[in-house]
């Protein structure tokens, strides 16, 4: 599930900068008896198999052995919290110098976790309100992007970030345009190649907003929101 997103990837390139290491860990590596078991029928009775409390609380541990306790242990759970930019900043933030603290991904399986696995993990995570067959895509998907926002792991520095989607104003990214100027009868805004760069700058503010509210108006309220709070 992992070997081609952690080799073609921004963070292939970021490992390879140093900027973080990754290390994925096989749960059948710590799976109980001759079979290395890591499911089992849920009591009460109901559908599918659940992960075992065993295997789990092993393989954590030894992730963390030697850490100090400053470590993140994340549960990738539909019941979680939804990730979003915020959080992924905030990982960024405790991966980067002088913190370089761990972050532990537990990818659920099959029908989920035994509910004392949760004891385990210091965050609860959902990427969006539906449910996969498991954790592993999730997992990927917040460890790319958390780990593009590290320093020197994308090109342009800072500003290559500082204007996205989900930023510090709330709103979608403006629409975006190269050459050429017309590609069958749809022209860049005449504005953007103006070279006036407070026009410019105005018309992206002007877009951002209009594309937020068209796409995502509950954007535009939570800003509007945040702005209220702040007065």
């Not at 789990?56 to 850490?67: H, I, M, N, Q, R």
């Not at 002088?98 to 399986?109: D, K, Y």
């Not at 006036?196 to 796409?215: F, G, N, P, Q, Y």
Request: glycine share 12%; proline share 6%.
């Amino acid at each position: 599930m992992f070997e081609g997103f952690l080799r073609e990837s921004i963070v292939a390139r970021a490992v390879a900068k140093g900027a973080c290491s990754v290390r994925v860990v096989d749960l059948r590596e710590f799976g109980e008896g001759r079979w290395r078991k890591l499911d089992d029928k849920p009591y009460g009775g109901g559908p599918g198999m659940l992960m075992k409390c065993g295997p789990w609380f092993a393989a954590v541990e030894s992730c963390l052995a030697g850490d100090g306790g400053g470590a993140r242990v994340v549960m990738t759970d539909p019941k979680g919290r939804v990730f979003t930019q915020r959080d992924a900043e905030s990982f960024a933030a405790l991966a980067e110098p002088p913190h370089e603290q761990r972050i532990v991904f537990m990818c659920g399986h099959y029908e989920g976790f035994d509910a004392r696995i949760e004891t385990l993990a210091t965050d609860r995570f959902s990427i969006g309100d539906f449910v996969m067959t498991g954790g592993e895509l999730a997992a990927a998907a917040m460890t790319d992007a958390i780990v593009r926002l590290l320093p020197g792991v994308l090109g342009g520095g800072p500003a290559a970030t500082a204007n996205e989607s989900f930023g510090r104003d709330g709103l979608l990214e403006p629409p975006q345009y190269t050459h050429p100027p017309e590609f069958r009868g749809m022209k860049v805004p005449d504005v953007l190649l103006s070279g006036d760069h407070r026009r410019i700058e105005a018309w992206r503010k002007a877009e951002a907003l209009r594309a937020t509210a068209a796409l995502r108006p509950d954007l535009v309220q939570a800003a509007g929101s945040k702005d209220r709070e702040q007065c």
